[in-house]
């Protein structure tokens, strides 16, 4: 329990102060304990902010795959869009939560440069297996452009860290966000989609028009 709390309130006191006036002293006095207490649970501040800024991101990822097992027999276009609304939705509803994660983002400590990346690049590894799973569909079914997974991965990573971006200088009006979303969205699809799919069955759908007459 009281474990957890220092957590809670370790990355409320980042999201409002950021990493370096976030001390283990404030911490303490705000959970209602001794300093050295602390050190029964972590072994030091950046080994707490780490189990901190781990639980965000599996926080962040339960939410995805939450939304995402309710479309089990959605269209790649609605599966990959769902992604998109699930990290917005998570982000405009976890507004602590968001600002402690932006302060790792763009404010990153020094001594946790190297674990956080390992550790982003850790919990991406997985998103970007969910990805693979819906490109190789939405390829496999001519959906989708015919080209590398890889690269399909790493352009919808982009635009998710570009959707990211937005939310820093737009969280306050979300309508303007939710708009620059949809509209970053429909260029987005309109790039993977295989329009050639859809004009070839408008043309076979023609021909047996044309040979029922």
């Not at 809670?8 to 980042?14: F, T």
């Not at 790493?154 to 200088?169: H, Q």
Request: glycine content about 4%.
């Amino acid at each position: 329990m009281t474990k957890n709390k220092i957590k809670e309130v370790a990355y409320k006191q980042l999201a409002e102060k950021g990493y370096e006036r976030a001390t283990l002293s404030s911490i303490a006095k705000e959970v209602g304990i001794k300093t050295p207490s602390i050190y029964a649970f972590y072994k030091s501040k950046e080994d707490l902010f780490m189990a901190v800024y781990k639980d965000l991101l599996q926080d962040n990822h339960r939410h995805i795959k939450s939304s995402m097992d309710n479309l089990t027999n959605g269209t790649v276009k609605e599966k990959l869009y769902q992604i998109l609304e699930a990290i917005c939705h998570y982000h405009l509803s976890q507004p602590e939560k968001t600002a402690a994660y932006m302060k790792f983002t763009f404010f990153l400590p020094p001594t946790l440069n190297d674990e956080v990346k390992e550790t982003f690049s850790e919990m991406e590894e997985v998103l970007g297996e969910m990805l693979e799973s819906i490109f190789s569909e939405g390829i496999r079914e001519g959906v989708l452009k015919n080209q590398p997974i890889d690269d399909l991965i790493a352009s919808f990573l982009c635009l998710m860290d570009g959707i990211f971006l937005e939310l820093l200088y737009y969280h306050h009006q979300e309508n303007k966000f939710k708009r620059r979303v949809e509209q970053t969205w429909s260029i987005y699809w309109n790039g993977i989609y295989n329009d050639h799919e859809k004009a070839a069955y408008s043309d076979e759908q023609s021909k047996k028009n044309c040979d029922n007459k």
